[in-house]
């Protein structure tokens, strides 16, 4: 490890107050000795820079898929003290509420056949790729309302069961949703992009549950081992990305017109009470809405899929959860021993609230929020539950996904797509993208190991594993 940050435990490391001038709190990295070899020093610079925001309460937190991003590192996480401390765009992203969600079906591995054609089938059924439109475009009054109840205008609109909205971070609607910040260049973004998956690391997969660590939490959870489960991960499409740019220019004069001293200017940032502040938290939550009734309209056309070609009927696919990967939220935690209500800020790290928290599922307050972590194509994704160390060490937050080792342009330029392809369907997962440059961008060798990571919060209890799922089929956008 680097000079400077010291460790703790085997997977917990802190970089002291005094490692960078300006830092108002320590930062606190969960990594193994293997993984902080891909440590990049952009995005421990980022990590500090973090701490030196005003109002951050007990750490700038790192988790073990830590890399690069646009202001915080991705797999950051840092509260504010919603008097003293700061909202920040950067500390959410462009694609606000990207997420993940799981759903469990009824078939055995074994009824699943030929993979291709339930592949092919989703593919044509989930409009993939940059830019794509889905079949209708919704009116700015349908939009207002997916901004505003999000999971339950689309399932109020035939796209689900009131089941689903139970098994969703918030129930699939985040409270303080401000329409009225959303600008109309953002609403004609998001009016053809209902119900479409996106690009870049946007999936949808069949995956195959292989391995059970918690027999208990998985049969709470709805899976077990050799069923079929399906993934989906996408986010707010170009809606979510409009809304941040529109607001990080408000947000860069705030910093500016309330004196803040920011180490990096896209740490943009306004103070959480302000006007500016207010109005970015509640079109970002608007924006997370539209997100949810996004992932709940992909849901409706998986499960419209599996019925036809399995015969399945639409209940029988059950939503496991539904968890947001890129937002800013409004919680209660205990601080040094007293409760406190602050803005917590996930950038590429997911929300792991333990037994007893609020906002959990009320069947499964004992056994803690189901937690979903993504692999890389062809390799394994993770279910997990939330822990009581996660609240008592971050915020009731662990790891997002694999994390990155190269950039999209180095993966494409040194990773043949059509050749991980080819070596993917040997091992019997089909691919089908849009391109194979996307394959390209998305090879497993350009992640970290999606199991190093999950061990690292398993090992630190930060979350714990519950379930292991291969990859039988990908789409990727």
Known sequence: MREGIDRISEVEWEIKKGFAPGMRVPARLFISDSLSGT???????????????PGIVKYSLAMPDIHWGYGFPIGGVAAFDMDEGVISPGGVGF????????????????DIGKIKRVVTELFHAVPTGVGTKAEKKYSNAEIDEM????????????????EDLVRCED????????IDFVSSKARQRGMPQCGTLGSGNHFLEVQAVREIMDEEAAS??????????????????????????????????????????????????APVKSPEGEAYFGAMAASANYAWANRQMITHFVRKVFSRIYKTE???????????????????????????????????????????????????????????IPGSMGTSSYLLKGTS????????????????????????????????KEELEMKGIFVKATSNNVIAEEAPGAYKSSSEVVRVVHDSGISREVARLEPLGVIKG
Not at 147 to 162: C, H, I, Q, S, Y
Not at 171 to 178: E, I, K, T
């Open 389 to 420: 160390v996660a609240m008592e060490k971050t915020f009731g937050s662990t790891c997002h996904g694999s994390g990155r080792v190269y950039s999209r342009s180095r993966a494409k330029k040194n990773i043949d797509g059509l050749k991980i």
């Open 147 to 162: 901004m505003l109840e999000g999971a339950g205008w689309a399932v109020r609109e035939g796209f689900g069961v009131k």
């Open 314 to 372: 639409y209940e029988d696919l059950k939503l496991i959860y539904d968890v947001s990967h890129n937002v800013a939220k409004y919680e209660d935690h205990l601080v040094d021993g007293r409760k406190m209500k602050v803005c917590v800020h996930r950038k590429g790290a997911t929300r792991a609230f333990g037994p007893d928290c609020p906002d959990i599922p009320p069947d499964l307050s004992d056994i803690g929020q189901p937690v979903i």
């Open 220 to 269: 709470r959870f709805g899976v077990s081992k050799d069923s079929v489960c399906i993934m989906v991960h996408c986010g707010s499409r170009g809606l979510g990305h409009q809304v941040c740019t529109d607001h990080l220019k408000e947000v860069e004069a705030a910093t500016k017109k309330y004196g803040i001293e920011i180490p990096d200017g896209q740490l943009a940032c």
């Open 171 to 178: 129930n699939g609607c985040m409270s303080g949703a401000d």
């Open 95 to 110: 694609d606000i509420n990207c997420g993940v969600r799981l759903i469990s079906t009824p078939l055995h591995v074994s």
């Open 39 to 53: 440590l990049e020093e952009g995005a421990v610079k980022q990590l500090t820079n973090v701490a030196m925001l």
